[in-house]
Structure formats: structure tokens, C-alpha cells
């Protein structure tokens, strides 16, 4: 069985469906999966809209492929990518794919590229369809690569002499933890934990998001799973044990009564 760091990954952009400004965070986002061999990045090359991709593919070395829009309303470029996508699944040359788009259109090109035992990350806004979403398995929010998140702050602030001005906004805005995701927290806890109550935290992580496939602590503004549990305190005990002579540290974690 491969490793994670050996998986080969074809990695194929809808350039009409996500932004452009963060292509290096999101092939770092890749690289925890797998190696990107494959990077190919598809739209209309003729059309003003694109060129602000053009900087990103040559620095990343990503393959345009050209795709005219031959009618009015249509997105020609899901079908260039779903055609290509289908001819890399038979080519057997790699081990799973990370289609980076917003569109819902990619659904069924996702569900039946797990059900030929690939792969599938999904990476894109957070305005992306559900169907999408969970036809990954794991999907990626691209508001949450490239720095921790700060809640907003809706407070003013007063300077002498001046009048009272909002204080700025942050980039992006997290997630409430919601009721409902504390009890899938629970439940997964309970699925693998021992007779004790005690569960493997990676255990936990790696189920989160099976059930789960855009669960990130980074929606949530963490940029772990422990941190996430840790301000939960409420309703987790967390459990820290050091690997002798190493640096490893074994984290569980039990539902509070």
C-alpha cells in the first residue's frame, strides 16, 4: 500500500469557478495529499476575465487547456475537464484527483471517480453546492488556506478628537460551532472509543471527516483538531501522553458525562 506522500495526484482546475489569488496555497493544500503530477487548469484563454491566471500558470508550471464557449449560457469547460478526467482515470497513471471548482456540474465526475477506487479531494468556495461536497472525500474550503481566520470584531473604536468609525473587517468570517456539530463530534467519539471511553483523536479526525467531507477545524478558526476540542472543554476531556525519547505525542480524547 502507498504512503500519503507517494499518492500521485491529478490535480484539474475550472478557472471560471474559483478565484485565482491564492493558487500557491492551494497546491500546497494538494501536496499533503499527494504529489501533483498532473496540473492542468481549463477555461476561455481568449476572454479578459482569465488573465489573471496567467501569472499563477507560469509560476506553478499548471497546462492551460483552451475551451471556446460555443453557446451562450454554457460552461464548455466542465466537459473539457470531465472528458480529460475520464481519460486519466484509464491511463492508470494516478492515484486519486483534486478538482478545484464551485460547480455542482462536477458531482457525478466525482462520485465516479471513487467508485473506480480513486481519490477525491474537492477545493473550493464556500459557496459550493451540498452534492458536491459530499461526493468527495474530503472537501476544502479555499477562504480557510493561507492564514488562521479571525472572528469579526463589530465593536468601534474612538480616537481622540474624531468621530467613532467601525473597526475593519477581517478577510473572512468563521464558522459557528453549532450544536449539531458537537453532537457528530460525540457520536464519533463513541464509534471508536475503547471501553473506557477513550478514543485515538486521529481515529476521530480521520471519521469527522468521512461523515463529513468539508469538516476542517480551520471553518471553525483552529488550525488543529486538539485546539478545536481543547475550547470545548465543556463537553471533551482531552489526554496528552508522551512518546518516550521522541517528540510524539499520543492524543485521546473521552465525552464528558
Not at 458531482?107 to 471513487?114: N, P, Q
Request: positive net charge; hydrophobic residues 35%.
Amino acid at each position: 500500500m502507498k504512503e500519503k506522500n507517494d499518492l500521485k495526484i491529478a490535480v484539474l482546475i475550472d478557472a471560471d469557478n474559483v478565484p485565482y489569488s491564492n493558487i500557491k496555497g492551494m497546491l500546497d493544500e494538494i501536496a499533503k495529499f499527494g504529489a501533483p503530477t498532473i496540473k492542468r487548469i481549463y477555461g476561455d484563454w481568449t476572454k479578459s476575465r482569465a488573465s489573471g491566471w496567467k501569472n499563477a500558470l507560469l509560476e506553478h508550471a499548471i497546462t492551460p487547456i483552451q475551451q471556446y464557449s460555443y453557446t451562450t449560457g454554457k460552461n464548455a469547460t466542465d466537459s473539457a475537464m470531465i472528458i480529460d478526467a475520464m481519460d486519466i482515470l484509464h491511463s492508470e497513471k494516478v492515484d486519486g484527483f483534486c478538482l478545484v471548482s464551485s460547480d455542482s456540474d462536477f458531482t457525478k465526475l466525482a462520485m465516479r471517480l471513487r467508485e473506480s477506487g480513486m481519490l477525491v479531494i474537492g477545493l473550493g468556495e464556500k459557496k459550493t453546492p451540498q452534492p458536491f461536497i459530499v461526493a468527495c472525500d474530503k472537501f476544502i474550503y479555499v477562504e480557510v488556506i493561507g492564514g488562521k481566520k479571525t472572528k469579526p470584531d463589530k465593536k468601534t473604536r474612538k480616537s481622540p478628537g474624531k468621530k467613532t468609525s467601525p473597526a475593519p473587517e477581517p478577510e473572512n468570517e468563521v464558522d459557528t460551532i453549532s450544536d449539531e456539530l458537537i453532537q457528530l463530534i460525540k457520536n464519533s467519539i463513541d464509534d471508536v472509543a475503547d471501553d473506557n471511553g477513550w478514543a485515538f483523536l486521529a481515529e476521530v479526525g480521520a471519521l469527522l471527516i468521512k461523515k463529513k467531507p468539508d469538516f476542517d477545524p480551520r471553518n471553525y478558526g483552529f488550525s488543529k483538531l486538539t485546539p478545536l476540542l481543547k475550547s470545548l472543554n465543556k463537553y471533551f476531556t482531552i489526554y496528552e501522553e508522551a512518546v518516550k525519547d521522541t517528540q510524539i505525542k499520543h492524543i485521546y480524547v473521552k465525552n464528558k458525562a
